[in-house]
């Protein structure tokens, strides 16, 4: 006998010693190993039964023995073993007529036993407004014919609902002596379950608490099981499905980060994380045993064609537990999948940006779903890479303080081009330099026109807990006209009949000693953006590089603020970014 079945489990232990009454209530809800009417005989005789395994007839297999009530086996936990039925039906008989007459219950089994069917799970509410038992799906249309029949005149005088059957259902159960003396179980095995999104139809246990049975979903059993098998007995670590759109270079950042942090997830954290399905804008590379992270490349070069929604259809048929669905595009099909992943408890981790800067009614409905249905909808990256900003953002408001005013430099691409240009060198090639290395949006117009930094402006607004929509934004746009139109080469060419323009611009600054600074503001609920220039005695003026800074002014900070300051764009940090809310959605 086994701890879960091996065919859904891949897991699954021997279980070395056990009960009679532990075994039957195993066999009962599925574990075919051993037919639950041989054990009685072996059990009233007090004659310990030894299963062994035919293949492999030298192991020690399972001893199935009296035990003196409430004394645990050596090494075992409280839960001895789960189970599952599938194929079940669940009959509700409910109505006010119910209440405080007796006799309901005996003419519901009654009518059952009258046609040989056999009740598996029973449970009634305390109002006794409705009784609700399981039974094999095969006899469903031959119970509801012998109940409505037997309860006619209370359903034709209104006393009882029609009887109601659901099909396509399935047990699951947790099976264990000892779970009687340990509180707690029942809360683990539903919290668990919850997690995943696996909903709960109905729920029974005996007053010898040797069993949980819960009613769900036939199509969430697989799922159900693991989830339940990694929480009571596999205590080395916890293991997230990833299923990752983005192969470029964040995304081969992060795959050579997971490579490397393997090792340390499982010794530190007891976390193993398995990349299911890797797309690029083309194909989809699936494994659902995970795929080879140093063989990737050749494995999506050779994978079948798929679409981003081919993908999320696929992401909720597998069904699989702790599924995190990661986006490191910028693009808004894959945006549009969010909704009905958190709806079915699939944790979202975003470095795009769009879903967040959306209109306010889709952000609050991301919100809302991701806290509905129990799971994580992260985007630290949104905003300064791998920056620590949303987070923090989210602490001050956790903790009860509140944002009043924000300053910040949010694009690494333009503190990148403004620190490097000083009029020697031409404005478009400092700017192509910047998107060689990696800073920019695949359109740098998004960049130096402004519009990246309005999302990441009203990003950190609504996580700072104010409405806003990105047409209240105002934007001070520096580029002429002309560099907005066409395709991202013409932009280029517009660039460098401009180059005067751009010239004054940085004359200017630099006759007031300052610096040419894009930056965002808020502050009484507006926000805006704009190049700016910055002197000395200001917290923006000693920013170099690609850095990103931002200033928190709260009822807290008031006179000195909490300055948040570092590399904000480039590959490898935005990817250690998205590397930690993935670890974020495990709940480490």
Not at 39 to 64: C, E
Not at 99 to 121: C, H, M, Q, T, Y
Not at 378 to 383: D, I
Not at 411 to 437: C, H, I, W
């Amino acid at each position: 006998m086994m701890t879960a079945d091996p065919r859904l489990v891949q897991n699954a232990r021997v279980i070395p010693h056990t009960s009679y009454q532990e075994a039957m209530e195993l066999s009962h809800f599925g574990a075919k190993v051993i037919y639950p009417p041989t054990i009685q005989p072996a059990m009233s005789k007090g004659i310990p039964i030894l299963i062994k395994n035919t293949f492999s007839p030298d192991d020690s297999g399972t001893l199935i023995e009296q035990v003196k009530a409430g004394s645990p086996f050596g090494g075992q936990g409280a839960v001895t073993g789960l189970s599952s039925l599938g194929k079940i039906s669940m009959l509700l008989l409910e109505g006010s007529g119910m209440v405080g007459i007796p006799g309901f219950s005996k003419r519901l089994f009654e009518a059952l036993s009258d046609e040989k069917i056999n009740v598996i799970l029973i449970t009634q509410s305390s109002s006794e407004h409705s009784i609700c038992v399981a039974i094999d799906e095969v006899n469903a249309a031959k119970a509801k014919e012998a109940i409505d029949e037997e309860f006619d005149y209370e359903i034709n005088t209104g006393k009882l609902n029609p009887l109601e059957v659901e099909n396509g259902l399935a047990i699951v159960a947790l099976v264990g002596d000892s779970m009687k003396n340990h509180p707690g179980i029942s809360g683990r095995m539903f919290s668990a379950l919850g997690k995943n999104g696996v909903n709960i139809r109905a729920i029974a246990q005996g007053s010898s608490e040797k069993n949980i049975s819960a009613v769900i979903s036939v199509a969430d059993v697989k799922k159900a099981i693991n989830v339940l098998h990694e929480e009571f007995f596999e205590t080395t670590y916890k293991q997230l499905n990833l299923f990752i759109a983005g192969a470029g270079n964040v995304g081969k950042r992060l795959f050579e980060q997971l490579k490397t942090q393997h090792a340390y997830l499982l010794k530190h954290l007891r976390l193993q994380l398995r990349v299911v399905a890797i797309a690029n804008s083309k194909k989809i590379a699936i494994n659902e045993e995970g795929l080879d992270l140093n063989k990737w490349e050749d494995e999506l070069k050779n994978a079948q064609p798929m679409t981003i929604a081919g993908l999320a259809d696929f992401i909720r048929e597998k069904n699989l537990r702790n599924s995190v669905f990661v986006d490191i595009t910028a693009n808004h099909e894959v945006a549009g999948t969010y909704a009905g992943l958190l709806q079915k408890s699939v944790s979202v981790v975003a470095c795009n940006k769009i879903a967040s800067s959306s209109p306010y009614s889709n952000y609050e409905k991301l919100k809302q779903l991701a806290n509905e249905f129990n799971t994580a909808y992260l985007f630290e990256t949104n905003v300064g890479a791998g920056l620590p900003i949303i987070g923090t953002l989210n602490d001050l408001r956790s903790s009860g303080d509140e944002v009043l005013k924000m300053q910040a430099v949010l694009s690494g691409t333009l503190n990148f081009v403004f620190n490097n240009y000083d009029g020697t060198r031409p404005f478009a090639e400092v700017v192509k330099q910047a998107q060689d290395e990696g800073y920019t949006e695949p359109d740098p117009r998004l960049d130096l026109g402004g519009v990246d930094v309005m999302r990441k402006i009203l990003i950190l607004s609504r996580e700072a807990g104010y409405k806003m929509e990105m047409e209240e934004i105002s934007n001070d746009v520096f580029l002429p006209e002309s560099c907005m139109k066409g395709t991202v080469a013409d932009f280029y060419k517009e660039l460098e009949k401009h180059e005067g323009h751009f010239k004054k611009l940085y004359d200017a600054a630099a006759a007031k000693d300052c610096k040419l600074k894009f930056v965002a503001q808020f502050e009484n609920g507006k926000a805006a953006v704009g190049l700016q220039h910055i002197g000395k005695e200001h917290d923006l003026y000693h920013l170099y590089g690609k850095d990103n800074v931002v200033l928190f002014y709260t009822r807290r900070y008031v006179q000195q603020p909490l300055v948040i300051k570092g590399a904000g764009a480039g590959a490898e940090v935005t990817a250690s970014g998205v590397f930690a809310d993935i670890i974020r959605s495990a709940g480490k």
